[in-house]
């Protein structure tokens, strides 16, 4: 079964300044999507970025971008200028190519400091 | 955005009681889901649904069942709760083939 890892229960970072939260995740699957999800204090779930496996170029939303190592099966998250509104839970997930089922991680809890 | 409602956001209920809890979409998603999230599980995947009366286990369906008689709602019923199903209930649905899921506000359900 596929599983996804997120190695950093929490991290925090100084307003301003840039930070990456860390996911891997185990397959043996060539094609498949991955995605980075953003939860607030409000419980929402928003979809912050998408990677398609098969596209080398990294998937890049303003402020957040992704490293899509392939190869290693890590899938990072970059989020620069932090800003005060980018703390959250933050969840990286995993699904195959015509495979009906979202798999997550166990999650990352990010704090700004002003 | 795709219009996806859940009922009720909160829920205080007794251990050995059924509760059901409430998906309802907007637009003819085929693909409906319910998740429970749990601290350092992330979401778990409960049961989803692919079609009307069509679903399939997911990997913590025991305690659960569902039903989808209409396309719109989706529903998750616990035939009798017990602590352990104290968590953070979540519906999605899938709205293209390429995106992730859009997520409903999710139920707060304690079992006392």
């Known amino acids: 079964a596929q599983t996804v890892t997120q190695s950093q229960p929490e991290m925090s970072v100084q307003e301003a300044e840039t930070v990456t939260l860390s996911c891997t995740y185990d397959t043996s699957e060539s094609d498949y999507y991955l995605f980075w999800y953003k939860q607030p204090p409000s419980r929402q779930m928003i979809l912050v970025i998408r990677q398609e496996a098969y596209k080398q170029q990294n998937a890049t939303e303003n402020r957040f971008s992704v490293n899509f190592q392939k190869a290693a099966k890590s899938f990072s998250l970059k989020i620069s200028d932090s800003q005060l509104g980018d703390a959250a839970m933050y969840f990286c997930?995993?699904?195959?190519?015509?495979?009906?089922?979202?798999?997550f991680g166990q999650g990352t809890r990010l704090t700004i400091n002003p | 955005d795709a219009g996806i409602t859940q009922s009720p956001r909160h829920k205080v209920t007794e251990t050995g009681t059924p509760v059901t809890l409430r998906c309802h979409q907007t637009?003819?998603?085929?693909?409906m889901y319910w998740y429970r999230q749990d601290p350092g599980h992330g979401l778990r995947l409960i049961h989803y649904s692919y079609g009307v009366k069509d679903t399939d286990k997911g990997e913590v369906s025991d305690g659960y069942s569902v039903s989808r008689s209409k396309t719109e709602d989706f529903l998750l019923t616990l035939e009798s709760a017990t602590s352990s199903q104290t968590s953070v209930y979540f519906c999605?649905?899938?709205?293209?083939?390429?995106?992730?899921?859009?997520f409903g506000s999710g139920t707060r359900l304690t079992v006392v």
């Open positions: 997930a995993y699904r195959e190519t015509g495979a009906q089922k979202l798999v």
């Open positions: 637009e003819n998603h085929r693909y």
């Open positions: 999605a649905i899938r709205t293209t083939v390429s995106d992730g899921y859009t």
